[in-house]
């Protein structure tokens, strides 16, 4: 059932002051050309089953098309293109109808500031195609035999896509993408609690791989609670490791992690100890082992893990640290630094010529974008140097 509070408030905001109640086509205005040219600041309200045969409707300024309850209400496109179009600025506002249009595709808008479809039931080959439109949400829509769905064209970046709690799916030897992004560019594209289902050789989601379709440094993907399955591909160019990616509690493809990690074995380099209890890095060239959304650095730094994720996360830090020193038996700490600050407590260690020591330090931080994370050691008796001979550090969410 349409939510009319909702509704309401989107009358009101538009200050809508027309009424139409549709129960058949001659309800609209005359066709032309095959376009039913809807008037601006109109409600239409489609009420039972209404077939526009091959025309399309083109809405207006402040269109907007409802039903009470998709289930009921329905329009019924013939023609091969698509059933409601939004074009020359205006917005593309639908709500509660069901659109049959088997030839056909849901929706075309171009160059709408805003794209706002909620509760679409029907049969179609097509959701249908967003030009440079500026903001596209879309919720509770369905089509459970299409070749393709939505496709995504934007010459300019785009503020919001938000696909939200529906089920798309493709039947049958289908070749098309459910959710192609192309080389459009967003802000925030948000893909919540939807159901994908790619048959064929068709694809769920296909975008740019490097995370090419947001904006650059500050644009947000969401991937949340999706399941995504069929026979066809999942995910093309985008994967769950680009950084600018969040891939959350989904079915059917991988979520995303943050993981960095580095090592040293049989390490000679000594690390010079200036002052007592004054910490430095541990000398040595490490090489990185695992970097998913951490890397060494820009440059690379040994001894280094910088996280490149997006939004702070909390982390676990470990390391595993064997030392050794010429002469006589010392105390030595280590500590892990996060930007040349000390986090937890020192870890204290004696070793010797004699005797090489493994230590195991473990502490937990919050890490934001760009904090870099390495390992430091003080002599606390005095300023004789120590070996760092193996290293292993490690920094995971948790």
Same mark, same amino acid.
């Given at each position: 059932?349409?939510?009319?509070?909702?509704?309401?408030?989107?009358?009101?905001?538009?200050?809508?002051?027309?009424?139409?109640?549709?129960?058949?086509?001659?309800?609209?205005?005359?066709?032309?050309?095959?376009?039913?040219?809807?008037?601006?600041?109109?409600?239409?309200?489609? +009420?039972?089953?209404?077939?526009?045969?091959?025309?399309?409707?083109?809405?207006?300024?402040?269109?907007?098309?409802?039903?009470?309850?998709?289930? @009921?209400?329905?329009?019924?496109?013939?023609?091969? %293109?698509?059933?409601?179009?939004?074009?020359?600025?205006?917005?593309?506002?639908?709500?509660?109808?069901?659109?049959?249009?088997?030839?056909?595709?849901?929706?075309?808008?171009?160059?709408?500031?805003?794209?706002?479809? /909620?509760?679409?039931?029907?049969?179609?080959? @097509?959701?249908?195609?967003?030009?440079?439109?500026?903001?596209?949400?879309? $919720?509770?829509?369905?089509?459970?035999?299409?070749?393709?769905?939505?496709?995504?064209?934007?010459?300019?970046?785009?503020?919001?896509?938000?696909?939200?709690?529906?089920?798309?799916?493709?039947? /049958?030897?289908?070749?098309?993408?459910?959710?192609?992004?192309? $080389?459009?560019?967003?802000?925030?594209?948000?893909?919540?609690?939807?159901?994908?289902?790619?048959?064929?050789?068709?694809?769920?989601?296909?975008?740019?791989?490097?995370?090419?379709?947001?904006?650059?440094?500050?644009?947000?993907?969401?991937?949340?609670?999706?399941?995504? +399955? /069929?026979?066809?591909?999942?995910?093309?160019?985008?994967?769950?490791?680009?950084?600018?990616?969040?891939?959350?509690? +989904?079915?059917?493809?991988?979520?995303?992690?943050?993981?960095? $990690?580095?090592?040293?074995?049989?390490?000679?380099?000594?690390?010079?100890? %200036?002052?007592?209890?004054?910490?430095?890095?541990?000398?040595?060239?490490?090489?990185?082992?695992?970097?998913?959304?951490?890397?060494?650095?820009?440059?690379?730094?040994?001894?280094?893990? @910088?996280?490149?994720?997006?939004?702070?996360?909390?982390?676990?830090?470990?390391?595993?640290?064997?030392?050794?020193? $010429?002469?006589?038996?010392?105390?030595?700490?280590?500590?892990?630094?996060?930007?040349?600050?000390?986090?937890?407590?020192?870890?204290?260690?004696?070793?010797?010529?004699?005797?090489?020591?493994?230590?195991?330090?473990?502490?937990?931080?919050?890490?934001?974008?760009?904090?870099?994370?390495?390992?430091?050691?003080?002599?606390?008796?005095?300023?004789?140097?120590?070996?760092?001979?193996?290293?292993?550090?490690?920094?995971?969410?948790?």
């Amino acid at each position: 059932m349409h939510q009319l509070g909702r509704l309401n408030r989107i009358i009101d905001l538009l200050e809508l002051t027309d009424y139409v109640r549709v129960e058949a086509k001659k309800a609209f205005p005359i066709p032309a050309g095959g376009i039913i040219q809807l008037l601006d600041n109109t409600v239409y309200y489609i +009420n039972g089953e209404v077939n526009i045969g091959t025309d399309r409707l083109v809405v207006g300024a402040n269109t907007l098309v409802v039903g009470t309850h998709n289930s @009921r209400d329905k329009l019924v496109y013939e023609g091969t %293109g698509a059933a409601i179009q939004a074009l020359g600025g205006n917005d593309l506002r639908v709500e509660e109808i069901t659109i049959i249009a088997a030839t056909g595709a849901y929706f075309d808008a171009v160059d709408a500031p805003v794209v706002d479809i /909620g509760a679409i039931k029907g049969n179609s080959l @097509r959701v249908g195609r967003f030009e440079d439109c500026n903001e596209v949400v879309v $919720s509770l829509c369905t089509g459970n035999n299409l070749e393709s769905g939505m496709e995504m064209v934007n010459s300019s970046p785009g503020k919001l896509l938000e696909l939200r709690t529906s089920d798309l799916q493709q039947q /049958g030897p289908a070749s098309g993408v459910i959710l192609d992004l192309g $080389s459009s560019v967003w802000d925030t594209i948000q893909l919540i609690d939807t159901l994908f289902v790619s048959s064929g050789t068709g694809v769920d989601i296909r975008g740019l791989a490097a995370n090419n379709n947001l904006t650059p440094v500050t644009g947000r993907g969401r991937v949340f609670g999706n399941i995504v +399955n /069929g026979l066809g591909d999942h995910l093309d160019n985008i994967t769950s490791d680009d950084v600018q990616w969040a891939f959350v509690n +989904n079915t059917g493809i991988a979520d995303s992690v943050a993981v960095g $990690s580095f090592q040293l074995e049989g390490n000679a380099a000594v690390t010079t100890i %200036g002052t007592q209890n004054v910490f430095v890095k541990a000398a040595g060239v490490t090489t990185l082992t695992m970097a998913k959304r951490f890397d060494g650095g820009d440059p690379v730094i040994s001894n280094n893990l @910088r996280y490149i994720g997006l939004s702070p996360v909390p982390v676990c830090i470990q390391v595993n640290a064997e030392l050794t020193k $010429s002469g006589a038996l010392k105390l030595f700490a280590l500590q892990v630094f996060k930007n040349g600050d000390p986090i937890g407590v020192p870890f204290h260690v004696e070793t010797s010529a004699a005797r090489s020591t493994t230590e195991h330090v473990s502490v937990v931080a919050v890490a934001d974008t760009d904090d870099e994370f390495d390992l430091r050691v003080a002599n606390t008796v005095d300023t004789d140097d120590v070996t760092i001979t193996d290293l292993v550090m490690s920094v995971v969410i948790v």
